[in-house]
């Protein structure tokens, strides 16, 4: 029984921590006056399938979500909400916006950051500007050496498409199949 305990105890501690602590764009912002670090936003729609299967299986993975809350602040945005989000000294909205509506018009601010589909992730500096988006359903091992890529700010360096596969190659995942 106290063996069971255990690995009950364990495995509930385990999943605890392959969690993302996710955050809300304007608690980020303000994280960044504090500590800077870049933000990461995962453009999400509540009928999405493939968005869902990424939380499941790609921001979960123990290394990903260890990779975001350390050295991201990780940010799910509803790119067809209705919530009011201000940036870049803006009011973004979605006046379209209908609760209880299985699908609604992209929001204000998902327009604003060009992201036209869903899944989309996109990465934003320590000022909260734009670095590049990903867009569609990764797996964690795809997502994987993008994120120590724009955290160590490898991507100011690497300038042509050789150089990119050449990083790749050096890459080793952590990720298994």
């Not at 994280?31 to 790609?58: E, L």
Request: proline share 6%; aromatic share 14%; glycine share 4%.
């Amino acid at each position: 029984m106290k063996n069971l305990f255990l690995l009950l105890l364990f495995s509930l501690s385990a999943t605890s921590f392959a969690q993302v602590r996710w955050m809300t764009l304007e608690e980020a912002v303000q994280a960044q006056k504090i500590t800077p670090k870049k933000i990461i936003i995962d453009f999400y729609a509540d009928w999405c399938a493939p968005c869902k299967t990424m939380d499941k299986y790609t921001f979960n993975h123990p290394v990903i979500a260890k990779y975001l809350n350390e050295d991201y602040y990780p940010v799910k945005f509803n790119a067809e909400g209705g919530e009011a989000v201000t940036l870049f000294g803006q009011t973004f909205s979605n006046p379209g916006y209908k609760s209880g509506k299985l699908r609604n018009p992209m929001h204000g601010f998902t327009r604003y950051m060009n992201v036209n589909a869903v899944p989309t992730i996109v990465f934003l500096d320590e000022k909260a500007m734009p670095i590049t988006l990903l867009q569609g359903a990764l797996t964690a091992k795809e997502l994987e050496p993008y994120i120590p890529f724009i955290t160590n700010g490898d991507y100011k360096k690497l300038d042509t498409r050789d150089k990119w596969e050449n990083y790749q190659k050096k890459f080793k995942s952590s990720i298994k199949n």
